[in-house]
């Protein structure tokens, strides 16, 4: 069992970067898939991306590919995902999860943060 904590997020303009921290609690961290997903106001949750265990695989939801960035820092407990090149459309409350199957859905996850609102203005 892990318990994410999200970090890092704020308001920043459109083209800015930002940087997201999950640190998680659990002895058992290395062994999830890490994964961020976005919820926008009046939209579902979505996948932005997320990272095998042993930080090798990563797979990016085609709206940030080549913008956004996953990693993870097992000694640390930790997972990032380094935002660039934002847009607008970007804003949205982050969720860090953690899953024991290599999901992309949302459904796969059973460990979730609180959250941390991302605002990218115009």
């Known amino acids: 069992q892990v318990q994410p904590v999200e970090s890092g997020g704020g308001l920043v303009q459109a083209g800015d970067s930002l940087r997201l921290s999950c640190v998680a609690s659990?002895?058992?961290?290395?062994?999830?898939?890490m994964g961020w997903f976005r919820q926008a106001p009046g939209k579902e949750r979505d996948f932005v991306a997320n990272?095998?265990?042993?930080?090798?695989?990563?797979y990016y939801a085609d709206s940030v590919k080549g913008r956004f960035a996953i990693s993870r820092d097992n000694a640390k407990n930790a997972v990032y995902l380094q935002m660039n090149s934002l847009k607008p459309e970007d804003t949205a409350v982050y969720y860090c999860?953690?899953?024991?199957?290599?999901?992309?859905?949302?459904?796969?996850?059973?460990?979730w943060g609180q959250g941390t609102q991302v605002t990218v203005s115009s």
């Open positions: 999860a953690a899953s024991s199957s290599n999901s992309r859905d949302r459904r796969g996850y059973k460990y």
């Open positions: 659990g002895r058992a961290f290395s062994t999830y898939t």
């Open positions: 990272i095998a265990w042993g930080g090798g695989i990563t």
